[in-house]
């Protein structure tokens, strides 16, 4: 090999070199940008979901009331700081900004009565108009689970007024009309569909509600429970939208998720079932909505009460009923929007409360044999 050659190919030799070592420069580059891309994607990502989060009410259904004492002269800081300090905001920082962003001013000291789950705008509202501390004149309770016949019994117990009174006022269409202007978002013209038992049927969210007055109206009983709803279903909307469903669709599969579960149910698999049900185009088969169309409550369904001839019967009829059978709570919420994946399509509750969920109906009668006796 001549020395022109010998140069030549140290030449070729040293440009390979440098090229590689080029690209593994370039690949040290590359993989150090998208970790750093991943980073602070995560940061931002998190960063955003924390403030969404502080953005909310502490707890949607507590309104167990919590006293707080503002001091003379407390600046926004020191007001949000005693809100965190008594769990009625999650972060006080956050409230600090909202406070400066609404550009809100002249709060006013005092004793106040909060509770944890009211709104950034509902503690601003009562600061800046001194709603000053009270004792509630009573309260009602309404558990989830429940139905507007119950809540009127239950509210009758409480309050100066009759169960019939109340519910009377629960089916006023006047009222249910005034109520479906106030709060759109959540009363739709589907609370007036066809073959609807109550139109407020499932739209009265579960909490506790103090009232100040030794007797306010009626209306005034029941319209807090519509607010609720409307604010926590509220933060379901953009989901709603997600799956192209309606508020009164995701009421009525929250509210059969609701009255299925027991304490050791997994209320995501029982939507799963549902879901899973309602894709194959199989009726939905819940008791509870049996029980709902002969009005009555029973510890177990007869083969003869699955004839009973109601549109909110699931045995005879497919889909969904036509309205919710009862209130429902957070949990139920969320499993009508996030169903477990799964392959079943069948499930039965024991006499311990335990849930077995099966695939097929083979499966489900040999638990249905073991675990219930036939009447």
Known sequence: MSEKDSKKDSFHSKLLEKQNEAKVVRKIVLSVFIILIIVFSGIIGGGYLYIKSALEPVDHGNQKAVKVTIPIGSSVSTISNILEKNDIIKDARVFKYYIKFKNA???????????????????????????????????VTIPEGRQIEEIASIISKNAPYSEAEILATLTDKSFIQKM?????????????????????????????????????????????MIKKMSEVVGNYLPQLEEKNVSVHWFLTMASLIE???TEKADREKISSVFYNRLEKKMPLQTDPTVLYALGQHKDRVL???????????????????????ANAGEISFNAALSPEKTDYLYFLATKEGEVIFTKTLEEHNIEKNKHIIEQ
Request: proline share 9%.
């Open 105 to 139: 001013a002249d709060f006013q000291a005092g004793e106040y009565t909060f509770n944890k789950s009211m709104t950034f705008n509902e503690i601003i509202e009562n600061l800046q108009q001194g709603v000053l501390m009270e004792e509630a004149a009573f309260q």
């Open 180 to 224: 479906k202007e106030k709060y759109p978002e959540l009363l739709t013209d589907d609370i007036f569909a066809k073959d609807i038992k109550y139109p407020l049927e499932g739209y009265l969210y579960p909490a506790t509600y103090p009232y100040y007055k030794d007797k306010p109206t009626i209306e005034e009983i029941i319209e807090p």
């Open 259 to 261: 009255e299925e579960a």
């Open 303 to 325: 083969y003869k009460d699955l004839e009973v001839d109601s549109p909110y019967n699931t045995y005879q009829n497919e889909g969904l009923p036509p309205g919710p059978i």
